[in-house]
């Protein structure tokens, strides 16, 4: 019985002892201090590691805006009649090209008419008032009338060429030129710009009111804006950009350029974005007003430390990496990282160029410390 016992103990002993010796060779693996690691050659840790230096590379910072088509406003306009009246003739139809100038529809309206009226009688007035002006001069100057005489002739004279330049503004205020204008002629609506018609309402023998809606609409669209809301966040870095890209939801695939035309001075504040257009070339005529997509802008390429996303360690609001300081000894460094194409991280700041980092494998040593 006593010798069962001592073998029992002996077992025990030798136990303990192969456990202490398996607790040995694991503490052996690694050893740590604060926030360093350090991995015996023997370790299995050191075929799951791969390590490569940081390298500068070019980095260009890419985001992107939704944005919609617009036709430029000094190369659109919408055509109304600026009299009540009835339309007798149409000169267009849509999808003509026309220039500034052209005719677009005629109207017969009884105010036009009156206008036109005024127009003429006034001067008409104003040519008599200059006759007995020049008929009172020579009175004068042969002493045969009186100053008077001459000075109530100037003075009626002015006022007269005052009332055909009032009717003249009239005219002007809707765009009429006297040299188009002529007594019992219907007035000719004429295209302020040149472009193609888009949009026209013209119907025949139709009445117009005074306040009526345009009835055609005229663009030039070989050029076209494009115009993009671009968040608070990313306005500082519009001034430097150099490059812009729009893609259009309809044609995903077509890559169009953009040249930024102007940057707005104010913010809306429910969007917290700026508005800005970008001005393109629409010779195709593939861009049209309405049409919807997005505006890629790329900052100017700059020279940045560029690693592999799997060498960066998330935890909560902090970002790390391990940087190797000797033979399988790491430490880890706290560092700013943005993401970046390709499963690459832009390093902001926390890292030098040359510096060995872990690229793979991080997350071991992560979970020893």
């Given amino acids: 019985m006593k010798r069962y016992y001592y073998i029992i103990i002996a077992g025990a002993i030798a136990m303990s002892s192969c456990k202490g010796t398996n607790n040995s ?24 590691i ?32 600026p009299f009540a009246g009835r339309i007798i003739k149409s000169y267009v139809h849509l999808g003509q090209k026309v ?6 529809f005629e109207i017969s309206s009884a105010d036009f008419f009156e206008s036109v009226k005024n127009f003429y009688q006034a001067r008409q007035e104003m040519n008599a008032a200059y006759i007995r002006l020049k008929r009172q001069k020579d009175l004068f100057k042969n002493k045969v009338g009186a ?11 002015m006022l007269k060429k005052k009332e055909v330049e009032n009717a003249k503004a009239a005219l002007a205020v809707y765009h009429i030129s006297p040299s ?14 040149s472009g193609d018609v888009v949009k026209s309402d013209i119907v025949t023998g139709q009445y117009l009111k005074d306040d009526a809606s345009p ?18 966040k990313d306005i500082h870095l519009i001034n430097n950009l150099s490059t812009v890209g729009i893609s259009l939801i309809s044609m995903p695939d077509k890559d169009i350029r953009g040249k930024i035309y102007y940057i ?13 257009i970008i001005e393109c070339s629409n010779a195709s005529r593939m861009m049209r007003p309405g049409m919807y997509g997005y505006v890629k802008l790329a900052d100017k390429p700059i ?50 160029p040359g510096e060995e980092i872990i690229t793979q494998g991080a997350f071991y040593l992560n979970n020893i410390l």
């Avoid at 694991?26 to 799951?48: C, F, M, R, Y």
């Avoid at 009835?215 to 608070?232: G, R």
């Avoid at 913010?267 to 700026?274: A, G, I, Q």
């Avoid at 430390?305 to 970002?319: F, W």
């Fill in 147 to 157: 100053k008077k005489e001459e000075e109530d002739a100037q003075l009626e004279y």
């Fill in 50 to 81: 791969r390590t490569s230096a940081a390298t500068l590379k070019d980095y260009q910072q890419i985001f992107t805006a939704s944005g919609v088509v617009k036709a430029i406003p000094n190369k659109y306009a919408e055509v109304a009649s």
């Fill in 264 to 276: 707005s001075q104010m913010m809306d504040e429910d969007t917290h974005s700026v508005e800005v």
């Fill in 180 to 193: 188009q204008i002529s007594l019992r002629r219907p007035l000719i609506v004429r295209s302020p710009i």
């Fill in 99 to 104: 220039c500034a100038g052209s005719p677009i």
């Fill in 215 to 232: 009835v055609v609409t005229i663009a030039n669209l070989e050029k076209v804006w494009m115009v993009a809301h671009v968040k608070e």
């Fill in 303 to 352: 020279k940045k430390i560029m690693i592999p996303s799997s060498a960066v360690l998330q935890e909560e609001t902090s970002q790390y990496v391990f940087v190797k300081i000797g033979k399988n000894k790491y430490i880890k460094r706290e560092v700013k990282a943005s993401s970046a194409p390709h499963n690459m991280s832009v390093i902001l700041s926390g890292l030098n």
């Fill in 25 to 48: 060779a694991k503490e052996q693996d690694h050893t740590t201090n604060g926030d360093t690691v350090s991995i015996s050659a023997h370790s299995p840790l050191t075929n799951k």
